[in-house]
Antibody, heavy 120, light 106 residues
Framework: EVQLVESGGGLVKPGGSLRLSCAAS????????MNWVRQAPGKGLEWVSS????????YYADSLKGRFTISRDNAKNSLYLEMNSLRAEDTAVYYC?????????????WGQGTLVTVSS | EIVMTQSPATLSVSPGERATLSCRAS??????LAWYQQKPGQAPRLLIY???TRATGIPARFSGSGSGTEFTLTISSLQSEDFAVYYC?????????FGQGTKVEI
């Protein structure tokens, strides 16, 4: 069974940093591209970042460049999101999502999310 | 950036009725469009990919159509468990973008 479990969320002050993790199991993690998607309270989904299976290709939402860094450790079956210079508007549930290996680049499995709250 | 616009924002329907949700892209995304369902407190769930292919385990009452810039998700006969928010997403271009969602309510 495919499982994605996020962790690392919590309360952080504006300007602070946080590192999110996503532990993957039930599939060969090293062969899948992965993403982070966030959802502010009561709002819609916002794509954050994407990383290819071997970390060769990395993409970010334009609004986040320079503050967030996506990475992965295929030996540990884990995806990460390093978030710096956090702002109130970064408050959201952060989901990791797997890119399907079937035709297309849709997101076929999602974790349950981890809540990041940026507040003083 | 491709802007995805969903309509209506809220759709009020009764169980057993048909629901039609629309998604428009600001430029062509070919057939690279997915639909997701999200219930309160839950993660999104993939319903449709490639504009019209149902994901594994998705009931046949869900169907998708369209290509280019105009897409539709149809729920043929709404069940109680279908009341949720539905999002479209394009994965043809970077950055990946989602619509703002359509809430299907009673």
């Amino acid at each position: 069974e495919v499982q994605l479990v996020e962790s690392g969320g919590g309360l952080v002050k504006p300007g602070g940093s946080l590192r999110l993790s996503c532990a993957a199991s039930g599939f060969t993690f090293s062969t899948y591209n992965m993403n982070w998607v966030r959802q502010a309270p009561g709002k819609g989904l916002e794509w954050v970042s994407s990383i290819s299976s071997s970390s060769n290709y990395i993409y970010y939402a334009d609004s986040l460049k320079g503050r967030f860094t996506i990475s992965r450790d295929n030996a540990k079956n884990s995806l990460y999101l390093e978030m710096n210079s956090l702002r109130a508007e970064d408050t959201a549930v952060y989901y990791c999502a797997r890119v399907s290996a079937v035709a297309g680049n849709h997101f076929d499995y999602w974790g349950q999310g981890t809540l990041v709250t940026v507040s003083s | 950036e491709i802007v995805m616009t969903q309509s209506p924002a809220t759709l009020s329907v009764s169980p057993g009725e048909r629901a039609t949700l629309s998604c428009r892209a600001s430029q062509s995304v070919s057939g690279n469009l997915a639909w997701y369902q999200q219930k309160p407190g839950q993660a999104p769930r993939l319903l449709i990919y490639g504009a019209s292919t149902r994901a594994t385990g998705i009931p046949a009452r869900f169907s998708g159509s369209g290509s280019g810039t105009e897409f539709t998700l149809t729920i043929s006969s709404l069940q109680s468990e279908d009341f949720a928010v539905y999002y479209c997403q394009q994965y043809n271009n970077w950055p990946r973008t989602f619509g703002q969602g359509t809430k299907v309510e009673i």
